[in-house]
């Protein structure tokens, strides 16, 4: 393992009701009616075909994220199944998968799943040869260790990753994003990289991404591509980011990985 990097980045009121005495009628002597006081309202009777029915437990299960009891059977930690409550709590904050390769959340706004892809669940050419490729260690805001890629210095930049998008909410619409630094000197990036994302059934969406002018020592995300996620067409989909034909060595990237979230609408 490398040095670890300087900076750390991530990420009812109770209605009383007042009841009514009603007394007897007489049918000789009428009774007059009740008088209410201040504190006194009339009690609504609605008829029975309006009365809201009680939720059941299978209604209030629904709430539950897509998928979590497979997605979490990966987790590196126990994962709080006492009560619902404590459950959604700590898959809000993000539970960690596959020695600390992976990292599954939910967005509290629109309840949909979201993903992490630490670089050491992506496959890096050369990423073992410590001439091209340096592993350093990172801890994130929970304090959770993970690993980055650090470029030392390649010609040929190829990075790939795959993940099964029967694992995202389906109907939410998702971008994939790779996240990176470029340090200060970065050089050798005035050819602009490649990036591509290939989903289920082989529909493909692929740009070229400047990285020459881009912010240094900071994480940013590199966009790929988007889709709306489907239970029905899911399967594997594959992410990659590469640069071989411009024959130029690079160095100053590192790789922490790919993020799989819901786009922000504006």
């Not at 790939?160 to 998008?165: A, S, V």
Request: glycine content about 6%.
């Amino acid at each position: 393992m490398g040095a670890e990097l300087s900076r750390e980045v991530d990420e009812e009121p109770h209605n009383h009701q007042h009841q009514q005495l009603l007394r007897p009628q007489s049918q000789s002597q009428p009774q007059p009616q009740p008088q209410l006081s201040r504190t006194q309202s009339p009690q609504l009777r609605r008829p029975q075909s309006q009365l809201q029915p009680q939720p059941q437990p299978q209604q209030l299960m629904m709430n539950l994220p897509h998928r979590y009891e497979d997605i979490l059977k990966g987790a590196d930690s126990p994962v709080h199944t006492s009560s619902k409550e404590k459950l959604l709590d700590q898959l809000y904050s993000g539970v960690f998968l596959d020695h600390n390769t992976k990292k599954y959340w939910i967005e509290e706004k629109s309840n949909s799943n979201c993903f992490m892809l630490y670089a050491r669940a992506l496959s890096i050419t050369w990423a073992e040869n410590q001439h091209y490729w340096k592993w350093v260690t990172q801890k994130e805001s929970s304090g959770t260790i993970i690993e980055v890629a650090e470029l030392e210095r390649v010609c040929w930049l190829e990075v790939h990753g795959k993940f099964d998008t029967r694992n995202l909410s389906p109907g939410t619409l998702y971008e994939v994003s790779f996240i990176v630094m470029l340090k200060d000197p970065a050089q050798g990036w005035e050819v602009p990289v490649n990036v591509r994302l290939v989903l289920p059934g082989g529909k493909k969406q692929q740009h070229k991404e400047s990285l020459i002018e881009k912010l240094r020592m900071q994480w940013i995300e590199i966009p790929v591509g988007e889709f709306v996620a489907s239970e029905k067409d899911g399967g594997e989909m594959e992410v990659s980011l590469y640069e071989y034909e411009g024959g130029m060595w690079k160095q100053g990237l590192v790789i922490k990985g790919v993020a799989i979230k819901p786009k922000e609408l504006s």
